[in-house]
């Protein structure tokens, strides 16, 4: 029997999440809504928080020179990431250059 019941689009989301290994979308939104507060604003001008893959944030840049930046802040930036929304949901930060 087929169900005839609208689905959330929240549940459908969320259920694809998980499926790919990603964190919930609360864990998702945390971070963006955050992402000043994890970065500083003055990093947050120049990198954004875009997706997460797996266990993997990717922030976006404009500049290739910010890409470096990114990876020698990795260390820091998950640590405050795991203090805002718990251990081991992500681990690794990728670096994706847009040009403007």
Do not use: C, Y
């Amino acid at each position: 029997m087929v169900n005839k019941e609208p689905i959330h689009l929240r549940f459908v989301l969320e259920q694809l999440l998980k499926d790919f290994g990603t964190p919930d979308i609360n864990v998702v939104t945390s971070i963006v809504e955050q992402w000043e507060e994890i970065v500083g604003s003055d990093l947050a001008a120049k990198i954004s928080a875009v997706a997460i893959s797996g266990s993997e944030l990717i922030v976006r840049v404009d500049d290739p020179a910010w890409a470096s930046q990114i990876k020698w802040l990795e260390k820091q930036l998950l640590d405050k990431i795991t203090r805002l929304i718990g251990d081991e949901k992500v681990t690794s930060i990728r670096v994706r250059t847009t040009s403007k």
